[in-house]
């Protein structure tokens, strides 16, 4: 009888939408039932933030709610009033991984070096912790101490180690190299958007050009993105007044805004090369949209991340947390909407394809530049010139440089270097000599000590010689030999070089 009764009726009930009380009441009677009924007890607050959390990540990835407690420790952490560790986090295949270490901080004293993984906080598993909030447990006060656990080394046979830091203020430039590529072509790493970048970026756009710079190089790899407002500012060095630098649009009408730079521009008139990637994200993806959709630079390097969403913050009562929601869209001077996308995809997957285009039916439309060059939306902002992407490193050479052969290696031959300046800008260029001194003891130690092969080819030979000879800079002219290498050696670097006698063709529209 049931059954018969369960077959008459199931089509008529299916075709019926629940309301949104009745839907409401479905979710507080399967919370009761877990409160009342589950094997362990768990309360209404876990709960509802595990029902929070799980309504914003079910409609994209950058929407977060905040306790009143996180939000503050989040603002304090971003204006630089919260004392941190000096770690630049990452999420790799579920691991979290140092991205970077920034220097003289309590991390750097601490050894810890890129490609740590960190397993422990206080020791607590960090496994299925979100990078954000990871980072916002390494914040405190200063003089407070955070136990770390670590890996290093192969994921298989991983050397384990703790280190205790205490925290302190880390000051961090979003300017973080502005030197001379060449005689007359100026270098800019911009390393985010926070407060103060623009007034950064004109610092050092003034300081190149009174080292006689006429054309720049603006460095956008690995941006994360920031402020809007900064954005927008540091695209106002670019242009002249007036000049759209992109559009939010959303549901409600006080999201509709157009971007326009304030002034005239002091640099809207020189030449300007953009390098980007994978990792350029955000403000900083939409910036270089801007900038190719008015054809006012070339955008160099490898597909943007494709982060074109906006969040605002809303007050949530009783409690004063935090909701950052995403409320539009941002479309690029062009009306390109560049958001990758995200629906149907998992947190982790929707990073791990940082980089890659949208779907076929995201690209399809064709929007045009100022000049008339055919650009498309969707995953991300194509560079002009694209400059592949380096092959992955063998196995081999990870396990090498874990087992510190590079600094054995590099360091000895550091050390007999004469400290002059001539000496240095003669290392800076000498890939024959990097061959000679440091290739083939390095690779004899591999292949002693590892027990492989070990094979390598010319492009290969170059890479490790180029990693060997950056340490040598680093360990005999410091943390400035360093960046003068990676300027002078940068593929990315070179291949801008040698578009900028081109730069008017490779900005032209077609034909008419």
């Not at 919370?31 to 009342?36: L, S």
């Not at 991390?107 to 020791?123: E, F, L, S």
């Not at 407002?229 to 002249?240: L, Q, T």
């Not at 982060?307 to 062009?334: C, E, I, N, W």
Request: overall charge neutral; some cysteine.
């Amino acid at each position: 009888m049931v059954l018969a009764l369960g077959g008459l009726f199931a089509p008529s009930l299916r075709a019926q939408t629940p309301s949104a009380y009745e839907e409401l009441q479905t979710l507080s009677g399967v919370m009761n039932h877990v409160r009342t009924n589950y094997v362990d007890t768990v309360g209404y607050h876990e709960l509802v933030r595990a029902a929070i959390d799980g309504v914003l990540h079910a409609l994209d990835p950058h929407s977060a709610f905040y306790t009143r407690a996180e939000w503050e420790r989040r603002t304090a952490m971003e204006r630089g009033t919260l004392a941190v560790t000096g770690l630049a986090l990452e999420a790799v295949d579920s691991t979290i991984i140092v991205l970077a270490v920034y220097p003289k901080s309590p991390a750097a004293k601490a050894g810890i070096m890129p490609g740590d993984r960190i397993t422990a906080v206080n020791d607590t598993s960090v496994v299925g912790v979100d990078v954000e909030d990871l980072a916002l447990r390494l914040a405190g006060d200063r003089g407070s101490k955070v136990r770390l656990r670590l890996e290093r080394g192969p994921r298989f046979e991983p050397d384990s180690f703790a280190v205790t830091l205490k925290r302190d203020f880390v000051e961090v430039h979003a300017v973080s190299s502005a030197r001379m590529a060449d005689s007359v072509t100026g270098y800019i790493r911009l390393e985010a958007f926070g407060f103060k970048a623009a007034d950064d970026l004109h610092q050092a756009l003034k300081q190149l050009h009174g080292r006689h710079a006429r054309q720049y190089i603006l460095d956008l790899r690995g941006n994360p993105g920031g402020l809007v407002p900064e954005a927008v500012n540091i695209a106002s060095e670019f242009f002249p007044k007036g000049t759209v630098v992109f559009r939010t649009k959303g549901r409600k009408r006080d999201v509709d805004t157009t971007y326009v730079t304030t002034h005239d521009g002091d640099f809207a008139d020189v030449p300007l090369i953009v390098l980007i990637n994978e990792h350029s994200a955000s403000a900083a993806e939409a910036l270089a949209a801007s900038l190719q959709d008015h054809d006012r630079a070339l955008l160099l390097g490898r597909r943007s991340f494709g982060k074109a969403l906006m969040q605002r913050d809303f007050l949530v009562l009783p409690g004063g947390d935090d909701l950052h929601l995403t409320v539009g869209y941002v479309l690029s001077p062009s009306g390109r909407f560049i958001q990758r996308r995200y629906r149907g995809l998992g947190i982790q997957q929707y990073w791990a394809f940082a980089g890659r285009s949208g779907a076929a039916e995201d690209t399809v439309s064709v929007f045009r530049t100022d000049h008339g060059r055919p650009v498309r939306g969707g995953g991300g902002v194509e560079p002009d010139v694209e400059v592949a992407r380096a092959a992955d490193w063998p196995i081999w050479f990870t396990v090498a440089w874990d087992s510190g052969f590079v600094s054995a290696v590099a360091d000895s031959v550091a050390l007999v270097l004469p400290l002059t300046r001539a000496t240095s800008a003669a290392w800076m260029g000498a890939q024959n000599e990097w061959r000679t001194k440091l290739l083939p003891p390095f690779l004899d130690r591999v292949r002693t000590r590892l027990h492989v092969e070990a094979r390598v080819d010319s492009l290969l030979e170059l890479r490790v010689s180029r990693i060997l000879a950056a340490r040598v800079a680093e360990v005999r002219w410091g943390a400035d030999g360093l960046e003068e290498f990676w300027v002078r050696n940068d593929p990315g670097i070179a291949s801008a070089l040698t578009c900028f006698p081109r730069l008017p063709g490779l900005l032209a529209g077609p034909p008419k």
